[in-house]
């Protein structure tokens, strides 16, 4: 299996890995999904988390066209397939990349 690329992503998985690299730590509520696509209408509740004395800034990787994604990235991605029509309650990020998610069962 070939790796994902984030120039091979539609348009909403592209936006919503570039708002999980822009946000750095925090964590994405209430987020809906629709045939396999994140949807941002209505947008989901973002919670940002700020660590004193630490880096709160965006990713470097936010200002690249394309680059491989990460195994944590693409694990979300086959989540979004595996919901298809559904809501993801919560991701956690943590360094620009889903730490894990919950799901509603």
Do not use: W
Not at 71 to 95: A, Y
């Amino acid at each position: 299996m070939q790796p994902y690329r984030m120039s091979g992503l539609s348009e909403a998985r592209k936006r919503l890995v570039l708002l999980m690299q822009q946000l750095n730590f925090g964590r994405i509520e209430g987020l809906v999904v629709r045939r396999g696509e994140p949807v941002f209408e209505p947008s989901p509740t973002i919670i940002r988390e700020v660590k004193f004395g630490g880096d709160n800034m965006p990713r470097t990787e936010a200002r690249l066209q394309d680059f491989v994604l990460k195994q944590q990235q693409c694990e979300l991605l086959r989540i979004l397939d595996e919901v298809q029509n559904g809501l993801i309650g919560t991701i956690s990020v943590k360094h620009g990349i889903p730490f894990h998610a919950e799901l509603p069962t």
